[in-house]
């Protein structure tokens, strides 16, 4: 099983819906981070939760939110999809000691 | 705000030859980060340099963290078809702080 396990793996949705992407961990890690994959543009990050009741704003957190519902778990919601949110998604943890990231297997979400 | 620049953008090789990547930080880095991203998959640690001027080795790559603690490279020798990916630095301005990637560098490997 992945340590970092996001849900779901591909989305189609509406413009203007509502839409969560899930992550969960079991790596015990208590940093959280969300990032944004655009051919060209790297990982851009939205936000990132250095533990349950820590959650800051990335370079990209318009039109984005995010909750810690517990250390293993951080949900990026998209409050009213738009088309140039079309782009994969990476959920990735880290803890403070080692300091390297792990990733999920990422959400490729289109926006239609 | 911190920016991590990266170079090539694209780097097409011919297999059995070297290149070299480039990452350049607008600020001072704790440390750098490199990773691999394989076509269709996600990214995936390589190794993290810490100190002033450290080259670390693995197999055929050879990382370097420059003296100022602002550019890093990642040296490919004799590349393979297993090469192909995209290679991300990425590195904290302090320690502690939060990851900032570069926009990555793609390999291409022509056999």
């Known amino acids: 099983d992945a340590d970092v396990t996001q849900t779901p793996r591909n989305r189609i949705t509406k413009t203007g819906k509502r839409i969560m992407l899930e992550c969960s961990q079991t790596k015990g890690h208590d940093r959280m981070y969300w990032y944004r994959q655009d051919p060209g543009l790297g990982l851009r990050l939205i936000y990132y939760?250095?533990?349950?009741?820590?959650?800051n704003k990335g370079e990209i957190s318009d039109g984005y939110s995010v909750s810690r519902q517990a250390q293993a778990k951080f949900s990026l919601s998209l409050e009213s999809a738009i088309p140039n949110q079309t782009a994969l998604y990476f959920c990735?943890?880290?803890?403070?000691?080692?300091?390297?990231?792990?990733f999920g297997q990422g959400t490729r979400l289109t926006v239609v | 705000g911190q920016q991590v620049m990266q170079i090539p953008q694209y780097q097409h090789v011919q297999e059995g030859e070297d290149f070299t990547t480039y990452c350049n930080s607008s600020t001072t880095l704790s440390n750098i980060q490199w990773y691999k991203q394989r076509p269709g998959g996600h990214p995936v640690f390589l190794i993290q340099l810490v100190k002033s001027g450290e080259v670390k080795k693995q197999k055929r790559l050879t990382f370097q963290f420059g003296e100022a603690k602002k550019n890093s490279s990642l040296h490919i020798t004799a590349t393979q078809t297993t090469d192909v990916g995209t290679y991300f630095c990425a590195g904290p301005k302090a320690a502690g702080n939060k990851l900032t990637f570069g926009g990555g560098t793609r390999v291409l490997v022509k056999p």
């Open positions: 939760s250095f533990d349950v009741k820590d959650i």
């Open positions: 990735a943890t880290s803890d403070t000691r080692r300091r390297e990231a792990f």
